[in-house]
């Protein structure tokens, strides 16, 4: 557990309760970067402070989810987004992950397990792209 990974993150949800669940839920991972936004605007306001991992909610007041998820890859297509639902449909998973969300969890008693099973698949994801792309770029300044 001593070489985590450290990532900053971003929990954005209207849900106060969840919200804060999350958030002890990280720490008591460890994880210390968290900033929590309320709303998709606010949270798009602050893309710059550059979050490497943001646990977005579907079904928000002001913006919806996708709204937010869209603008978010737009801004940076290398933040690893995972969208967070109360409702469990099909629809609005595959939809998560066609505007390029890296996951989708449902909101329920396991959320915080689910969450955790995500964070370590981003962290895998990112050591697999550390060990190619230092090559890929020896071989990118080859070619010039």
Avoid: W
């Avoid at 109360?86 to 989708?104: C, H, P, S």
């Amino acid at each position: 557990m001593e070489n985590q990974t450290q990532f900053k993150f971003f929990t954005v949800d209207d849900d106060a309760f969840f919200a804060n669940m999350y958030e002890q839920f990280l720490k008591n991972m460890n994880y210390t970067d968290i900033t929590y936004f309320s709303n998709g605007n606010d949270c798009l306001a602050n893309l710059n402070q550059n979050p490497d991992i943001i646990f977005l909610d579907h079904n928000m007041e002001d913006l919806t989810g996708f709204e937010v998820l869209k603008k978010i890859k737009r801004y940076n297509p290398n933040i690893y987004v995972v969208m967070v639902s109360g409702q469990e449909n099909i629809k609005t998973a595959v939809d998560a992950l066609k505007y390029g969300a890296f996951d989708y969890v449902i909101k329920d008693a396991d959320v915080c397990e689910k969450m955790l099973q995500v964070i370590n698949k981003i962290s895998k994801v990112k050591e697999e792209l550390k060990k190619s792309n230092p090559n890929f770029l020896q071989k990118l300044f080859a070619m010039l």
